[in-house]
């Protein structure tokens, strides 16, 4: 059995957030984010290569592009991208290897900013690049370049990802990821720049930062359509960050969204009211957090199941709030400690009043249910209570609308989307 302590619980966040991307993440890139193949350099003979997108003949490249990295430049981050520094002009294709042969593979951004290789590259190595961009009337020019990158850092940032490959989410499943220290603003923008999102089919989205930069979630206007695969590259190996530190490792997973099931529970009523796929399937009696411990309203997520488990706050600096019990059937909503779990000793309550310390209380029988039935990421309302659930208290990405949402990205909606992949 599982033992939580709720005064901890926050600080348990960031420490179960790296073992969890750890299991999920290789280092080596998810192939949507990979060229089927390397750009071929100029001289190869290759026809295909001058092949316009129609089927004719694009012009042939000419040189004269200036190239960055400079040619020469060393200790560039291992996280550098390869682009143009000819203005007007998109990068369209690059060829990048390493001092010891190795092709590395990558992708262009799709406003043709810049190239982005698909894994970090070596430290303490030597690379050659021969870019390919397009300027604005048209014209193919190429140019090429060699650059060091840096020795390895000692300095890093810690990171998490809260994604597994393979798993099936709720329609509610943000992207998660996880700072230790968190971001600094000045940092953000170039931080986000390197946090890729595919969704399948697609759908927009943004992130949102958390105030003090320790979290920052990516989700759609709207819930995930059932059925989508997310294919996730947190690629911040090597980011330089103005406090001196660099970014830990890359991250990368792929999950899969699952059936949609929502919770809905009004106080008023004291009732939750469960939804399959757009359908009431079941209306279960509920007993909420009582006035002095208070439910959090707003929609939460469920973010951990636990099929038994001790809840412990013995640390709690209220007296009259501290207990050990034993917990069946526990789906963790938020950081500070609310979930739903059975409460056999409370069934006389559910549907009348409320008696918890913040959680919700349901029966044996209907939190067996509950638990068979969700999955984490499946979201949960909550309305009417004394308490509005605290941002970054949870995965809190959908307590807010839309519109309040894409105010806390670090770089403009339409910016963001043109620094996706191509």
């Not at 603003?185 to 958390?210: C, E, I, L, S, Y």
């Not at 796929?277 to 079941?282: K, P």
């Not at 950081?335 to 409370?346: F, L, R």
């Not at 949402?405 to 996706?420: D, I, R, T």
Request: charged residues 20%; contains cysteine; proline residues 6%.
């Amino acid at each position: 059995m599982g033992k939580f302590t709720r005064a901890r619980a926050m600080l348990a966040a960031l420490a179960l957030a790296a073992p969890l991307a750890l299991t999920a993440c290789g280092g080596e890139v998810a192939p949507q984010f990979v060229s089927e193949t390397t750009a071929p350099s100029a001289g190869t003979g290759d026809p295909s290569a001058n092949a316009s997108p129609d089927g004719g003949t694009a012009p042939a490249a000419t040189g004269g592009l200036e190239v960055t990295p400079a040619t020469g430049a060393k200790k560039q981050p291992v996280s550098v991208e390869i682009g143009a520094a000819t203005a007007g002009t998109k990068v369209t294709e690059v060829a990048l290897t390493g001092q010891d042969g190795e092709k590395v593979n990558g992708a262009a951004r799709a406003d043709g900013s810049s190239w982005v290789p698909a894994k970090p590259l070596k430290y303490n190595r030597t690379y050659t690049a021969t870019v390919t961009a397009t300027t604005a009337d048209g014209q193919r020019r190429t140019g090429t370049t060699t650059f060091t990158t840096m020795a390895k850092p000692r300095s890093v940032i810690g990171s998490g990802l809260y994604l597994f490959d393979d798993k099936t989410y709720g329609v509610a499943m943000p992207v998660v990821v996880e700072f230790s220290p968190g971001i600094a603003k000045k940092d953000r923008a170039a931080v986000q720049r390197r946090m890729f999102v595919r969704t399948d089919p697609p759908q927009p989205g943004a992130w949102h930062w958390v105030a003090n930069g320790t979290q920052a979630y990516y989700r759609a206007p709207e819930y995930w359509q059932s059925g989508t695969t997310l294919s996730v590259r947190i690629a911040l190996e090597g980011i330089p960050l103005s406090n001196g530190k660099y970014g830990n490792v890359d991250r990368v997973a792929t999950g899969k969204i699952g059936s949609r099931f929502e919770m809905k529970v009004d106080n008023s009523t004291k009732q939750m009211t469960v939804y399959e796929n757009g359908n009431l399937v079941r209306t279960l009696p509920v007993s909420l957090g009582k006035k002095s411990t208070p439910s959090s309203s707003g929609t939460m997520v469920v973010m951990e199941k636990k099929e038994s488990t001790v809840f412990d706050t013995r640390d709690d600096p209220n007296p009259a709030n501290r207990y050990v019990t034993d917990i069946d059937f526990a789906q963790r909503l938020t950081w500070g400690g609310e979930y739903i779990h059975a409460a056999p000793w409370s069934v006389q309550h559910q549907g009348r009043r409320n008696v918890s310390h913040g959680c919700v209380n349901v029966s044996m029988d209907n939190a067996k249910w509950l638990f068979s039935k969700t999955k984490v990421g499946d979201p949960i309302t909550i309305r009417g209570t004394e308490r509005k659930l605290t941002p970054g208290n949870g995965w809190t990405a959908w307590s807010m609308s839309w519109d309040e949402f894409v105010k806390g990205s670090a770089v403009p909606v339409a910016e963001q989307n043109g620094a996706e992949l191509s």
